[in-house]
């Protein structure tokens, strides 16, 4: 009864089409309304590792996190624009990398980190504003992955061994799903789906943009070993093929505009710039008009409901 009295009052309600992978949105929106600090966003053939419960809790102002990383370089974008996260994870094979990554990077041996290279440094934990867990036994892969290397297989880093936490290199983009995934209060307006494109390109053209954004509010996000094992639904891979197009042709060059955009003014605040963004995407062929109409409906939803929006304070 709750649900159906916000639905009736909810603009997003008469733009966001039926049966698509977007309509999470509204659980989104149910959830930030009801005072959640923390949304898990996961899918239905995940399932939780009962040794690898989840373990994080909203920060307070002065935690720190042990994470891991790559020493940032120099032009260190121009070599390796995208971060793999599954060669330090533990990948079992190579070449091995996740579902939106720019498949003209794969065999970029820039971008081929082993868990070696990685060095370990402390950051407030308030910075991760964004968690993904890896899952084992059916890993979020691409249909050229799935058509072609070998499957299932367990990523062999875990939390039971101390498994590290990895954060992406400053600067560089790494796709995350919608699959097992955590988001903090200052990530929550990020949690919006695009519903103008396939749900399998949906959730990785949400992570793209929201890695730019949060930037911009000194925040990043990380990997965590796998906290769930993947059963996968039955899927046709040829399918999959034309569903994930878009991420086959446009990942690389969706990560070069976004590491490049820059908002228009430089004390815009986030909601203008999500809103900035959404009309670049658009413009270049990424989401459709209806795309604009929902997140336009999901910003104004947002602030009616009382969410509170971080600060910019990165760069601008």
């Not at 149910?30 to 994080?56: K, Q």
């Not at 624009?81 to 794969?106: K, T, V």
Request: proline share 8%; with cysteine; charged share 20%.
């Amino acid at each position: 009864k709750k649900q159906e009295s916000l639905f009736k009052s909810l603009e997003l309600a008469n733009v966001i089409p039926w049966n698509h992978f977007g309509r999470k949105t509204f659980g989104y929106l149910f959830a930030i309304a009801h005072g959640a600090r923390l949304v898990w966003d996961f899918d239905d053939d995940n399932m939780l590792l009962a040794s690898n419960p989840v373990r994080i809790q909203e920060p307070s102002h002065d935690d720190e996190t042990l994470v891991y990383s790559i020493p940032t370089l120099p032009g260190q974008y121009d070599s390796c624009p995208a971060f793999n996260p599954y060669p330090p994870m533990g990948a079992p094979s190579l070449p091995c990398w996740p579902r939106g990554f720019p498949l003209e990077q794969i065999r970029n041996e820039a971008c081929q980190f082993s868990a070696s290279s990685l060095s370990s440094t402390r950051v407030r934990t308030k910075s991760i504003a964004i968690y993904q867990s890896l899952a084992n036994h059916d890993p979020d892969v691409d249909a050229i992955y799935r058509l072609t290397q070998q499957l299932p297989f367990d990523f062999s880093i875990n939390l039971d061994d101390g498994g590290q936490i990895v954060v992406p290199p400053a600067n560089s983009f790494a796709p995350f799903n919608a699959q097992s995934t955590l988001f903090t209060y200052d990530a929550l307006f990020l949690l919006l789906l695009p519903v103008s494109v396939h749900g399998r390109v949906s959730d990785i053209w949400r992570s793209y943009c929201a890695q730019r954004l949060l930037r911009d509010a000194n925040r990043t996000i990380a990997f965590t070993p796998p906290q769930v094992v993947q059963h996968r639904n039955r899927h046709s891979y040829l399918a999959d093929i034309d569903s994930e197009f878009d991420l086959y042709k446009k990942s690389g060059q969706l990560v070069k505009f976004l590491h490049e955009w820059e908002p228009r003014h430089k004390d815009d605040p986030l909601p203008s710039r999500l809103e900035q963004v959404y009309f670049e995407l658009y413009k270049r062929d990424y989401i459709e008009v209806q795309d604009i109409k929902v997140m336009q409906a999901w910003i104004q939803q947002l602030a009616d409901i009382g969410y509170q929006f971080p600060a910019v304070v990165g760069r601008s």
